[in-house]
């Protein structure tokens, strides 16, 4: 059974930083793009960022750039995505997705992990 597993959400204070991880169960992530999303109680999941699987493209959305970075280690088989600067609207429960290719439709995606909450407060 292919399985994504999250982890590193925590409580931390605005302008602080975490490193989320995704890590694979069964199957080789680098055959995979993998897209972090976040959803907060009643609103829908929104795309965060993604990496795609052909040449390692990074996609960002405007509210995270430059501040959040996506990444692979292929020899762990996890995708991290390190936060910083972060602020009271980035607390959420924080989702990876895998599929053949990147997209911000979280209908898109075959395989999601159980998520990880982050939040931001002082």
């Known amino acids: 059974q292919l399985q994504l597993v999250e982890s590193g959400g925590d409580l931390v204070q605005p302008g602080g930083s975490l490193r989320l991880s995704c890590a694979a169960d069964?199957?080789?992530?680098?055959?995979?793009?993998i897209g972090w999303f976040r959803q907060v109680p009643g609103k829908e999941r929104e795309g965060v960022s993604c990496?795609?699987?052909?040449?390692?493209?990074?996609y960002y959305t405007d509210s995270v750039k430059g501040r959040f970075t996506i990444s692979r280690d292929n020899a762990k088989n996890t995708v991290y995505l390190q936060m910083n600067s972060l602020n009271p609207e980035d607390t959420a429960i924080y989702f990876c997705?895998?599929?053949?290719?990147?997209?911000?439709?979280?209908?898109?995606?075959?395989?999601w992990g159980q998520g990880t909450q982050v939040t931001v407060s002082s």
């Open positions: 069964g199957f080789t992530l680098n055959y995979y793009a």
């Open positions: 997705g895998a599929d053949i290719k990147c997209s911000w439709d979280p209908e898109e995606y075959g395989y």
């Open positions: 990496i795609s699987t052909s040449d390692g493209s990074t």
